[in-house]
């Protein structure tokens, strides 16, 4: 009785042993080509640091300016044809007066000038003095006050002034010359300290004048 052939035997496959070697070997890896980059990248900085430092520095005289330097010239050459110069302020030829109004006063020194709104009527008021007379005691002197205006049909009286000392009592004047008109002048005995001058219109103050009266 025959035998049919005998089936081949599948070869064991050989088992890995512990701590052998993997005989697959790794892919090389791409170190020089990293490197390289890395290289490139240093020498692309420095020379950029060493672009930047010579733009940056100023060169000798008669070298061209860098282009940041340029650009800011020109924007400033921009900005000065689009808007002109700034003007630098002066001072006015003549120093800039007050003006004063019924209700809307003005305390001024001695020797001010005022310019005046009255309504319609306009024009400029100045109190001068005091004046004082030789021979006074040392306690009080008696001196005077003159008052100016200019304008047309700006006149003053003598009854709209009043004089008050430092202790707000009002020192009695008497007029020195005609009493109204476009100058008016008043005499009085003035005690030593702070004095002022009001003059009043309407019943409403327009000016008052503020001096020290000093007795040596």
Do not use: K, N, Y
Not at 72 to 97: D, K, S, Y
Not at 161 to 189: I, N
Request: proline share 9%; with cysteine.
């Amino acid at each position: 009785m025959s035998r049919g052939p005998i089936p081949a035997r599948a070869r064991p496959q050989p088992r890995a042993r512990a701590g052998a070697r993997s005989r697959v070997r790794p892919r090389a890896r791409s170190r020089p080509r990293a490197l390289a980059a890395a290289g490139l990248a240093a020498l692309a900085g420095l020379a950029l640091l060493a672009t930047g430092c010579s733009a940056s520095a100023p060169g000798p005289a008669g070298a061209p300016r860098s282009p940041a330097g340029a650009a800011g010239a020109a924007g400033a050459a921009r900005t000065e044809r689009e808007l002109g110069r700034v003007p630098i302020p002066t001072a006015p030829a003549t120093p800039l007066q007050p003006t004063a109004s019924p209700g809307r006063a003005q305390l001024v020194a001695m020797g001010v000038r005022v310019h005046v709104v009255l309504g319609a009527l306009g024009g400029t008021i100045t109190a001068l003095g005091p004046e004082f007379a030789a021979g006074s005691s040392m306690d009080r002197r008696a001196g005077r006050v003159t008052v100016r205006t200019t304008g047309p049909g700006l006149r003053v009286c003598a009854g709209e002034f009043a004089f008050h000392d430092e202790l707000g009592r009002r020192v009695p004047v008497h007029t020195v010359g005609p009493s109204c008109g476009a100058a008016v002048t008043l005499a009085g005995t003035f005690d030593s300290g702070h004095t002022t001058l009001t003059w009043t219109r309407a019943r409403l103050t327009v000016v008052t004048w503020d001096f020290e009266v000093e007795l040596d």
